[in-house]
Nanobody
């Protein structure tokens, strides 16, 4: 059973920074793309950033230049460094990873439990 465990959320003032982490554990044969999504209150869940196994990144326009996604493959961990935070960044943040756990099956999507980020003065 694969688990993704997130940490690092919390309350921060506008202009502040937070760093989210998400670590995968369990029987893992390989991890492909990793990503962060967010679900603001009253809105749909949106993609924030993605990173391939080779380190190629992509960002939503609203966070480009402020957020940085990175990963440590040896620790099966993905990070999201969030700077210059704005109230509109308030959301539950979820990590997502495509993980292969069985040689007979392809990679599947796994999700973390979510971590709350609140940007408010």
């Amino acid at each position: 059973q694969v688990q993704l465990v997130e940490s690092g959320g919390g309350l921060v003032q506008p202009g502040g920074s937070l760093r989210l982490s998400c670590s995968a554990s369990g029987v893992i044969l390989g991890i492909w793309d990793m990503a962060w999504y967010r679900h603001p209150p009253g809105k749909e869940r949106d993609l924030v950033a993605t990173i391939t196994s080779g380190g190629i990144t992509n960002y939503a326009g609203s966070v480009k230049g402020r957020f940085t996604i990175s990963r440590d493959n040896s620790k099966k961990t993905v990070f999201l460094q969030m700077n210059s935070l704005k109230p509109e960044d308030t959301a539950v943040y979820y990590c997502n990873s495509r993980i292969r756990t069985n040689w007979a099956r392809g990679a599947e999507d796994y999700w973390g439990q979510g971590t709350q980020v609140t940007v408010s003065s």
